[in-house]
Each structure stands twice: as C-alpha cells, then as structure tokens.
C-alpha cells in the first residue's frame, strides 16, 4: 500500500473554484481508477486555504496509471493558476 | 470526524531511537484512547527521515484526550531531542 499526502496552498479567491474542480476529481478517481483505497479531499481546520488529497493506493503502478488518466490530467492542469507557492507532496510506506 | 497529519523531520542518528517510540505510541493509542479511528506512522519513500503519523478521531474531545494521555505525554516528551528541524501538525475537515 502507497499512502500519498498532497498538501496545496490556494489563493483565497481561488479556493471556490479550487474546490470544483478538486471535488469532481475525487469522485472520478474514486468511481475510475484501479487500485485506489481511499481518495479524499480535506480542508485545515485553522486555514481554510490549506486543501490536503490524501490517498491510498494498491501500489506504485495504480497511482502512476492514475496520473496519466484523463481526468486527473485535466483536473490539475488547472491547479497552477490556483497556487499561493509551491505545495508539498510526500508518499509514504506505512510502519505500524 | 478529525483528521491529523503530524508531519515529523527526525534526525539520521536518532531515527532507530525514534521509531521504538513512536511505534509504542501506535499501538498504546489504539489500545487504549476512545475515538480513536485510524492512528498509524508512516514513512516517506524517498527521505526516510520523514515519519509522518496520520490520525482519524471521532471529535476535537477525543483527539484533546489523547494528547493528556500519559502514554503520548512520555512518547512525546523525548521527541524534541529527535528532530532536525521543526515538524507541522494540520488538522482537517473531511469535504469529499
């Protein structure tokens, strides 16, 4: 299993059409794609621009089949524009 | 329902010290603390001093009773020795 924790900083008056966008790609994903586990969008509690996917995956081939599917494709050629600075994303191994 | 990333960046020569704790700490909180849904440590594929603990609680009651705990009062007393340089902990809402 591949965790995936992708963290974005969005512009305030961005985040609505942000949210658009990214809702629809969590339900493509999760209606599409092989081998996801869970594929959620989640908003700080204390920033309301800090908007985290974190994902579960079967493994390495299924999240990379998932980057080259069209809707994730489309979903974050968007995201640039949207962008405050640079995000973070980590995937990780579970230990316990 | 809460969701927690803990993100942590520990040094290379405190990394074995670190994980025995943190993996105690995994399983007392799942053992022991009420509303704990999801609690696990995590480890980052391509920096392996990031270990990052995602947790899902019930409510803000249930996470603020964790961290009073006595076994996440002795975990985390030692990590500050741990760290390279300051971690971040967000918060989060689910929206989709």
């Known amino acids: 299993m591949i965790k995936v924790v992708a963290k974005n900083y969005i512009k305030a008056d961005k985040l609505s059409e942000f949210l658009t966008i990214a809702k629809q790609l969590v339900k493509d994903t999760n209606e599409k794609d092989a081998g ?49 600075k640079p995000g973070e994303v980590n995937l990780y191994e579970k230990l316990a």
């Open 36 to 84: 996801c586990i869970r594929y959620e969008l989640f908003q700080d509690t204390s920033d309301s621009k800090i908007l985290t996917i974190i994902e579960e995956w079967d493994d390495m081939k299924s999240l990379n089949e998932h980057m080259q599917a069209k809707h994730f494709k489309e979903a974050t050629s968007a995201f640039p524009d949207f962008l405050e």
